[in-house]
């Protein structure tokens, strides 16, 4: 078993708090993603995790066993770094092979466990060359096959693919993920970029300050975002957002935007109707609001007049600059769209796909998750890990007493 668990983790350097009251758990084989602005605490998180700094408050445990006083080699872990030194006089085999010729490993199996390495990641007959004989993406890969040799029970990566150029990080992403499936090793994976994010992970969590903002699989963290902060920061381009009113009656409340009014969908209207006379935020993400003259089928629309102000074509879609009133908004439109400059456009915003949020809790009112905002599925999971690593007795069901 190779899971690992966080539990009530604090890191401060003086008065500065990195990671405040972390808590999560990450079961066995999975592919976590800790994604975040710069400065929110995920290389601090993942330091913690390998025993290269030490801990304030909590414990972290992998594989059922609290490793807070344990040395980094004695973890079983690798980590792979954003910046890979590699060393340059070396050959790549031996470079490979270092970390277990350290160890006092045999020649035999060090060259082994070298040559499967390398043939997992494609760089067999590279393993004569020299680091300097190599592209930045040969590199990355040699600085990967360098933590599997180790057979960690955990892969600690560190915005890896970031100094690779734009295609080259799209193709090792992709290799990394088939990596993980082929290795069935617990991943935790840092990066700023959700992108990075969405197409890899199993789970994401979204950090911000230090703290967790939600953890769920990509889809369920972009349908039922927990706060404006997840909201803004997963999906690209970004969701879209108006201060407006919440007036009506019971059966027929509205939002009063500066320059629209529109009708609340059944769906959304339970968690709004404590708000009437109040301000909320208005959610929707720019492929929810279209060209009037190009509706989707069974979409709820609602019409919002615009103006243009820049058309950006993208081949199978446009993304239109749009104001409304003041505000300026963008949306992802089909191609056909007769949108022109400096014109007025009539669009609609398919209102089923709404979010709205408290101005001042800045939570989700209408499909956020409740409470600390696991998913059903992963909640089922976290159960089942508690269960498993925890409790003392024979492992039941999970969620049985
Ligand atoms: N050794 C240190 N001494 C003092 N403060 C530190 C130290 N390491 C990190 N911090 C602070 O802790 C906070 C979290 O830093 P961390 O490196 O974990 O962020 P990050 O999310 O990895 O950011 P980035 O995306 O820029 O790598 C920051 O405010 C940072 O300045
Ligand atoms: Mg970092």
């Given at each position: 078993m190779a899971d690992v668990a966080f539990d009530h983790v604090t890191k401060r350097f003086r008065s500065v708090v990195a990671l405040n009251d972390f808590t999560l758990r990450i079961p066995d084989k999975e592919f976590l993603v800790l994604v975040g602005p710069s400065g929110s605490g995920k290389s601090t998180a993942l330091r913690l995790l390998a025993g290269l700094d030490e801990i304030t408050e909590g414990t972290i445990s992998i594989g059922g066993r609290v490793?807070?006083?344990?040395?980094p080699r004695d973890r079983d872990i690798a980590m792979v770094f954003q910046t890979y030194a590699l060393y340059p006089h070396m050959s790549i085999r031996d470079n490979i092979g270092f970390g277990l010729k350290l160890r006092k490993m045999n020649k035999g199996e060090i060259d082994s466990r070298v040559k499967e390495a390398a043939r997992i990641l494609g760089i067999s007959e590279l393993l004569?060359?020299?680091?300097?004989?190599?592209s930045g993406g040969q590199r990355q890969r040699v600085a990967l096959a360098r933590a599997i040799v180790r057979e960690p029970r955990v892969f600690l990566l560190d915005e890896?693919?970031?100094?690779?150029?734009a295609k080259l990080r799209v193709n090792t992403r992709a290799e990394i993920s088939k990596l993980h499936q082929r290795l069935g090793t617990t991943f935790v994976y840092v990066t700023h970029d959700q992108v990075e994010a969405m197409t890899m992970a199993t789970r994401i969590a979204v950090m911000n300050f230090g703290v967790i903002q939600q953890v769920g699989t990509p889809q369920h963290l972009y349908d039922h975002p927990a706060n404006v902060f997840v909201a803004g920061f997963i999906g690209s381009p970004s969701m879209n957002f108006f201060d407006v009113k919440v007036v009506g009656g019971d059966h027929d409340l509205r939002l009063e935007g500066e320059s629209f009014t529109l009708p609340v969908p059944k769906s959304k209207a339970a968690g709004l109707r404590s708000f009437r006379g109040r301000e909320i935020v208005l959610g929707i993400r720019p492929e929810n609001i279209h060209d009037r003259d190009f509706v989707p089928p069974q979409t709820n629309a609602a019409p919002v007049a615009a103006k243009v102000e820049v058309t950006e074509l993208m081949g199978n879609e446009v993304f239109l600059h749009l104001l409304a009133g003041e505000q300026s908004f963008l949306a992802r439109v089909d191609p056909r769209t007769g949108a022109r400059p400096d014109r007025p456009l009539q669009v609609v915003f398919d209102l089923e796909k709404m979010h709205a949020f408290d101005p001042e809790s800045e939570r989700n009112l209408t499909d956020g998750d409740q409470a600390t905002s696991a998913d059903p599925a992963s909640a089922a999971e976290t159960r089942a890990f508690d269960q498993a690593t925890f409790s003392r007795g024979r492992p039941g069901r999970p969620g049985a007493e």
């Open positions: 490793v807070n006083d344990i040395a004569g060359r020299k680091p300097g004989q190599l890896p693919l970031s100094n690779l150029d």
